[in-house]
């Protein structure tokens, strides 16, 4: 049973280690909310006030509440995420074997912080593509116990190392996940035959592919003296999702509300399943059903685009402009950027400082230094790919796309209830 919001998250996290597993939960979070699965390929036969999900590649879904009011003259309600986050991802033909350790070559996925991946429990989990009984057949695997380490240099043998190195990714990170016999010959496909047999029951599974990301074993925790942080891997961005699922299921059905959660935003969501993809689209489309309700739909909506925001750090204040320096556990971040890093205009910024206040939720801003660069959002790409309203916000992290980063208790409270507020609120900009 879940009693509190942080629980739920500390839960969520543990079951999704990877993008196709974030999925998979938040289905199962839908399917028991009585949510129907809809198949892209069938004709969909929807009914008033209906509640549906369609899931693309296994790792985005778009969750659908119909409401009792018409969606293109109230607007649809959209939340939006990412499943996905930074992290080391094994290789087609991963196999090493250097001096009798064998270990797997990686690719780095996004814009991974490199350093803390050093001396972690590290584990394994994604899909498996593979022929059994001549069809065939995927299956999400998670290794869960840990498997895996990528061992540091000691600091007698680099005694330069703390006044920093570049980490080279070829080199420097293969994990190391045993220790070799003269017998070893077993490859890393039939590593997976073998984990397809202990979690799905499946023998003699010809291994094909796959897509897999090493995570870190460590589960989140809430922590410090009064509980005030959540630590852990892929706050970014599956606290967002978390938030976003949780606001959804406790919200009214007046009104017409979506929650999107992509895949590939870290690498740019450009991806038939991503943000800068068709699926949001398509689907909207054939829910509205012609051109000039799509059109005058947009025109009525809004989407929150929620992502993580920057902290700041009591050790590194200076990497903050001074007067935008957000606080953990003060309320959601608006995130504003005058080169459209961010989607937030001044209209839909008031909506939703208006909302926070009728809500009774902090709110703050976060603009980046100007001698600095700036990340981006989904927010952006979907604002151009539909021509919808879009605010950016999200809770303030520390540690972004470390292996584990720390996040506020309170505020997934507050962006929860902000989120249930806009799914709730009777009219948009």
């Known amino acids: 049973m879940v009693n509190t919001p942080s629980q739920g998250l500390l839960d969520f996290l543990h079951a999704s280690p990877s ?8 289905c199962q979070a839908l399917q028991a909310a009585g949510y129907q699965a809809l198949d892209e390929r069938e004709t969909w036969q929807l009914q008033p006030q209906g509640r549906y999900y369609i899931t693309r590649n296994d790792s985005s879904i ?7 009011d018409d969606p293109v003259e109230q607007g649809i309600r959209m939340v939006g995420a990412h499943t996905d986050s930074p992290c080391l991802k094994v290789k087609p ?8 350790y064998w270990q797997l070559g990686v690719e780095v996925y996004g814009g991974v912080l490199l350093g803390p991946w050093f001396d972690r429990d590290l584990s394994l989990a994604g899909r498996v593509t593979f022929k059994h009984n001549e069809q065939l057949h995927s299956r999400l695997v998670d290794f869960k116990q840990a498997i895996a ?12 190392a703390n006044n920093g190195w570049a980490i080279n990714a070829q080199t420097e990170l293969p994990p190391i996940l045993a220790q070799l016999q003269d017998d070893d010959s077993q490859g890393f496909r039939a590593l997976l035959a073998e984990q397809l047999q202990r979690e799905h029951s499946i023998n003699d599974a010809n291994v094909l592919d796959y897509e897999l990301c090493f995570y870190d074993s460590q589960p989140a925790a809430l922590i410090g003296l009064k509980q005030d942080f959540i630590a852990g891997a892929r706050l970014d961005n599956l606290l967002s999702c978390y938030a976003g699922l949780q606001a959804l299921l406790n919200s009214d059905a007046q009104h017409t509300q979506v929650l999107v959660c992509t895949d590939h935003e870290e690498v740019g969501s450009n991806s038939a399943c991503g943000a800068d993809g068709p699926f949001l689209e398509q689907v909207l489309r054939r829910i509205l059903g012609s051109e000039e309700a799509f059109v005058r739909c947009i025109q009525h909506s809004l989407l929150i685009s929620a ?14 402009d001074s007067n935008h320096g957000p606080l953990l556990n003060k ?37 980046t230094r100007s001698d600095l660069g700036c990340g981006s959002t989904i927010g952006p790409i979907t604002a151009s790919q539909l021509g919808i309203q879009t605010i950016d916000i999200g809770v303030p992290t520390f540690a972004m796309h470390s292996i584990r980063e ?3 208790s309170k505020d997934l409270s507050y962006l929860i ?12 900009p």
């Open 307 to 320: 992502d993580n925001a920057h902290g700041i750090h009591p050790n590194y204040a200076d990497k903050h």
């Open 406 to 408: 720390l996040a506020g």
């Open 19 to 26: 993008p196709f597993h974030a999925t998979q939960s938040l």
């Open 93 to 100: 033909q991963p196999e090493l074997s250097r001096h009798g």
């Open 62 to 68: 778009i969750a659908i509440q119909l409401g009792q």
């Open 149 to 160: 380490s990528i061992p540091s240099l000691a600091i007698h043998l680099h005694r330069e």
């Open 331 to 367: 309320g959601p971040v608006i995130k504003v950027n005058a080169n459209q890093r961010y989607a937030t205009t001044s209209e839909t910024s008031s909506f939703f400082k208006l909302l926070c206040q009728q809500a009774e939720v902090p709110v703050q801003s976060f603009v």
């Open 417 to 428: 209830t902000a989120l249930q507020a806009f799914y709730s609120s009777a009219t948009l």
